[in-house]
């Protein structure tokens, strides 16, 4: 991973995925790029993520300051309206391709497969995290960046949500998974209803449960048809669990625990 601030070279020319991200806490993203998939896939070369600190980009060479109290009171600081925008145009220009802008924001569209697949189909993102109580309203008016939310509930900052984007998207980057038909038979890959079926390992048996004899049968045939019929029952009574529950989200009960897996009629 390249960590910059404003002093590294312009204008590479992209030819993996690149994804840019910046943040007032590079170091938050460390432990998640160096391990697994996204390792694997950093190191062979199939994306290059570069992380960026805002910090450089503050007007106040002392404190490196970015944020300030807002205007008509209130509770919190803001981010500065001229870091982000200097830093930002400054990033666009690192590379021959200015790249799709997205900005976390708890109200922003939600991302689902959909956009996610969009999203792996572009060679470059530039993922902007807020922090504090957000961005100054001409950071939008001036940038018009995409705002993307992960889901209506706030978090203390837009890393977390960059690291969801950067891992759902790279699962459709080509090579980065060892079978490329995982991320199409994923749940949510074929169409926004899709739940995948069941799946099952060694033991056969376990505390009295037993895999279902279908599927150790070696009949490739009669496999398909129980995993699609498997894996309509589960769409099914997701849908009608989520119109039951009928929250916000789907994800929790009325009593507040998580629904049972896969959601019971
Ligand atoms: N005061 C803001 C509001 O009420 O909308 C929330 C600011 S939040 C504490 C700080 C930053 O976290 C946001 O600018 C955004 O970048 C990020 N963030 C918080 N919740 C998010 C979510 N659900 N999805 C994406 N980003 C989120």
Not at 72 to 84: C, D, F, H, S, W
Not at 125 to 133: A, D, S, T
Not at 248 to 257: I, L, P, V, Y
Request: with cysteine.
């Amino acid at each position: 991973m390249a960590l910059s601030g404003s002093a590294l070279p312009l204008r590479e020319p992209v030819q993996v995925m690149r994804i840019d991200v910046i943040t007032l806490f590079p170091a938050i993203f460390t432990g998640y790029l160096d391990q697994s998939l996204l390792a694997k896939a950093r190191k062979r070369g199939l994306v290059q993520i570069v992380l960026h600190d805002l910090r450089a980009w503050s007007p106040d060479k002392k404190h490196f300051k970015v944020d300030d109290r807002p205007y008509g009171g209130g509770p919190g600081m803001v981010i500065r309206v001229e870091p982000v925008v200097e830093c930002v145009e400054a990033v666009q220009r690192m590379a021959d391709v200015p790249g799709r802008l997205l900005v976390m924001s708890p109200t922003g569209r939600p991302l689902d497969q959909q956009l996610v697949r969009q999203l792996a189909a572009s060679p470059r993102l530039i993922l902007l995290c807020g922090r504090y109580e957000g961005f100054d309203q001409r950071v939008y008016d001036l940038l018009h960046p995409e705002p993307i939310s992960i889901g209506p509930y706030v978090l203390n900052g837009g890393e977390v949500a960059a690291m969801v984007i950067i891992d759902s998207v790279i699962r459709w980057i080509p090579g980065v998974l060892g079978n490329e038909e995982s991320c199409r038979s994923d749940s949510f890959s074929q169409d926004p209803h899709f739940v995948k079926a069941a799946q099952y390992t060694r033991p056969p048996e376990y505390r009295g449960l037993k895999v279902p004899e279908v599927l150790l049968s070696g009949d490739h045939e009669q496999i398909r048809k129980w995993r699609e019929e498997d894996s309509r029952r589960r769409a099914e009574l997701r849908r009608q669990w989520l119109a039951r529950h009928d929250t916000a989200c789907g994800n929790q009960t009325e009593e507040g625990r998580a629904p049972p897996h896969p959601p019971e009629s």
